[in-house]
């Protein structure tokens, strides 16, 4: 064991690496010819690459332990003539960035757990440059090669793109968060897409394929959207972009919470029928949310017990332009009793009365924002009481 050990040792030596215990620490020489290993399955640590005697090129790999580490490169020293082009490892080696000396750049986050660090020199100058790195936690690409769901929060996830690049064209990545009996808040840093070809979708659900739409963000924003509450145990993220250009892209993070107790707010985009003899339904339950977010498209059912009607009190009902709640008689979509937009029934009528006991609400919002809506519901039982409400 002792001899394997040396020997590990003496190839790191001879490859030019030198390695502290645990990896914690990887300071490497530029040396051409093979791909050295910089930083290797580790959740922590730093490392610094500089240049040989000679001018030459080389590739270094850094790897973290998890596909949720990321890395910080920071350009300690540059010069004109190095070129540091930075490639995904696991993506038939992709161009994430490219840092020259005129490019500005000093510092980055890249947001993949497996890079190459290739630099080449065409300077016949003495090298005076130097890249160092740090390994991040909880930071990582919608576009890593991920087949797994991630099960862990406060973990920051963002576009292909490093934190000072931009994002690529023509991608079509997607993430998986599961919190089994928990809902998922997620948090928005950043937006900046460039157009309505670039989107960000986020299902409730545990593909792109099922659950509610709660959200599709395609195009510029100028600020970072609100909150979004996920219900199912679920969240699936689908980054898609276009041909016309790109932008900064998106940065977003989530953390798990505790299902709510009995009687507070549900949202139409919840999971699950709603059967409690009363309560209150917005379209997004998220904290501190003032507006609904936009490219939603969700159902859900409140279910009474049989021979009893469902009456809704709205509170507040104000929807943007192309913005609807369907209603829909009974558990499915085949019955539409009213679709309603605007500001209809708090300027029109306050109440709405289902001749079932039953109703199905789909919710559709545009690309445009409101304030969206707040209703009671209740199960009326006395058919004299409802004649009477009803023409009130």
Sequence with gaps: ???????????????????????????VICTPGTIQAGHVGSTSGSGILTPSAANKNCQVVLTGASLQNGFKITLDKWQSGVTLYILDNGNNQKNIQTITSSSGITSLDVPYNSIVLQVVVSTSDIQDWQISWQVLGNYMSVCS???NKIMSDNVKL??????EGRYITYQDCNQVVEATGKDILISFNRMNLADSSDCLTIYDGSSGSTGNKLASFCGSTSSAPEPILSHSGYASFVWKTGSSGTSTGFELSWQFRSKPQAGADVSVCGAGIVTGNTGTMVEQTAPGRNMYPPGSVCSRTIRGPAGSLVKLDFSMFSLAFATSLRLYEGTTTD???????????ASTRQSELIPSNAVTMRWISSS?????FSLKWSFVTDTVSVCNEASA
């Design 145 to 147: 090669a991920n087949t």
């Design 158 to 163: 963002t576009d292909e793109s490093t934190s």
């Design 335 to 345: 019955v539409l009793l009213d679709t309603l937009t605007g500001s209809s029934p």
């Design 368 to 372: 445009s924002v409101d304030t969206g």
């Design 1 to 27: 064991m002792m001899l394997e050990l040396h020997a590990h040792l003496l190839v790191l030596l001879v490859c030019g690496l030198v390695s502290h215990t645990y990896a914690l620490r990887s300071d």
